[in-house]
């Protein structure tokens, strides 16, 4: 069955970089593009981009732009989210996502991965 | 970007029915049928209900459904159920290959 599963939470101080994994099973990892959706405590979700885990062709929100990076292993069928200067602002669960076809539409979600920012 | 405009609330009593909106521009729920809604509980991750407007993945009760009028979405929940309160979320792709979400709606079941 297909499977996204997110590395564990962390705790980063003001001005660190976090990297964030999702490992993927159960289907090709290269036939579906990616996405990171953030969710800071009680808010609304965020698109921050995707990643086309083929060729590895990216694209970012403009709020993320310049301090986001998402890249993949296909090796591993893993992609990897890092955000780097970091704020208390930052704290948030990060979810990769698998979308369909070229529908936009998110079908499977990894389970999570809670950052926190604090000194 | 701005987010989608979607209500803060809504509720409805079990069997009723109840639509939520989510208001774009014709930069994006106007110019593209990919919008999709998602349904989200508690600490859990979103899961997604509609898509492409209308689409709903199998295993998606048929409760569910969705329209579109202008720039504005909408998802319609027939024959309420208290397992439908939750947050639910649009969202929609837009110019320059973004995607965008609505601020998202909690539903109550009263």
């Known amino acids: 069955q297909v499977q996204l599963v997110q590395s564990g939470a962390e705790v980063k101080e003001p001005g660190a970089s976090v990297k964030v994994s999702c490992k993927a099973s159960?289907?090709?990892?290269?036939?579906?593009?990616l996405h990171w959706v953030r969710q800071a405590p009680g808010q609304r979700l965020e698109w921050m981009g995707w990643l086309n885990t083929d060729n590895g062709n990216t694209k970012y929100s403009q709020k993320f732009q310049g301090r986001v990076t998402m890249t993949r292993d296909t090796s591993a069928s893993t992609a990897y989210m890092e955000l780097s200067s970091l704020r208390s602002e930052d704290t948030a669960v990060f979810y990769c996502?698998?979308?369909?076809?070229?529908?936009?539409?998110?079908?499977?979600w990894g389970q999570g991965t809670l950052v926190t920012v604090s000194s | 970007q701005s987010a989608l405009t979607q209500p803060a609330s809504v509720s409805g009593s079990p069997g009723q029915s109840i639509t939520i909106s989510c208001t774009g521009t014709s930069s994006d729920v106007g110019s593209y049928n990919l919008v999709s809604w998602y349904q989200q509980h508690p600490g859990k991750a979103p899961k997604l209900m509609i898509y492409e407007v209308t689409k709903r993945p199998s295993g998606v009760s048929n409760r569910f459904s969705g329209s579109k009028s202008g720039n504005t979405a909408s998802l319609t929940i027939s024959g309420l159920q208290a397992e439908d309160e939750a947050d639910y979320y649009c969202y929609s792709y837009a110019l320059s290959s973004t995607v965008l979400f609505g601020g998202g709606t909690k539903l109550t079941v009263l």
């Open positions: 996502a698998r979308e369909v076809g070229a529908t936009l539409a998110f079908d499977y």
């Open positions: 159960g289907y090709t990892f290269t036939n579906y593009v």
